[in-house]
Structure formats: C-alpha cells, structure tokens
C-alpha cells in the first residue's frame, strides 16, 4: 500500500532545532511535487514549504511561507526516498501538528494532494 510516513517530531524549548522526515512507501516522491503542512490546535491546514518535482533536468525549486522563511530548509534525498524539514529557530507559534504531502502538481489546491502522511507532533515551549 502506498503510504507517506512522518517522523522526528517532539517537544523542544524556543530556539531550538527539529529536522522531520518523511518516508515514500511505494511512492516514488521525485516525481511529485512535495509540500510540508501543519495544523496547530483550533486552526486551518496551512502550508509550510514545497519543492517541485524537478522534471526532466532534475533542477527542484523550493518555496516557503513567509512565517517560515529563513528558518525552516525543505529537501528531499532521492536515494533514500525521503522528504526532510529542518526547522531552527522554532517559536511556540511553530507547535502544530505537521504532515508531509504529495501533489501531482506544485499548484494544486492544498486539499488536493494524492498522499498524505498521518501526521507528526511538534510542541514548542517558550
């Protein structure tokens, strides 16, 4: 079954740093644009970063949402078949729950995605 499965997530002290993994589970994430998104209590899905699929020239792009920008790196290792986030500098504003994503296309809607991971925790204390 083809699954996405998130981890690295815990509990950390402002200023301090996380990396998230996501593993492709009979899905080959290359060839598909990846977004990372989180959910904090009592709010929205919100996109956090993305990377295209590279295309023919294998060249990915990234983009990050502005409370992001700076802190937070998204990349992907072909061989292993993962999607990483390292995120330093985290504030409390960054507690959320955090969900790696796959899209047949950087601009699909942010539902739409093909395959979604259950889901890592990230709480930061102040």
């Known amino acids: 079954e083809a699954q996405l499965v998130e981890s690295g997530g815990g509990v950390v002290q402002s200023g301090e740093s996380l990396k998230l993994s996501c593993k492709g589970s009979?899905?080959?994430?290359?060839?598909?644009?990846m977004k990372w998104l989180r959910q904090a209590p009592g709010k929205g899905l919100e996109w956090v970063a993305a990377?295209?699929?590279?295309?023919?020239?294998?060249?990915?792009?990234?983009s990050y949402a502005e409370s992001v920008k700076g802190r937070f790196t998204i990349t992907r290792d072909r061989a292993e078949n993962t999607l990483y986030l390292q995120m330093d500098n985290l504030g409390p504003e960054d507690t959320a729950t955090y969900y790696c994503?796959?899209?047949?296309?950087?601009?699909?809607?942010?539902?739409?995605?093909?395959?979604r991971g259950q889901g890592t925790q990230v709480t930061v204390s102040s």
């Open positions: 009979e899905i080959t994430l290359n060839t598909y644009a």
């Open positions: 990377i295209n699929n590279g295309g023919v020239t294998g060249t990915s792009s990234t």
């Open positions: 994503a796959a899209y047949a296309y950087l601009y699909r809607p942010l539902s739409d995605w093909k395959w």
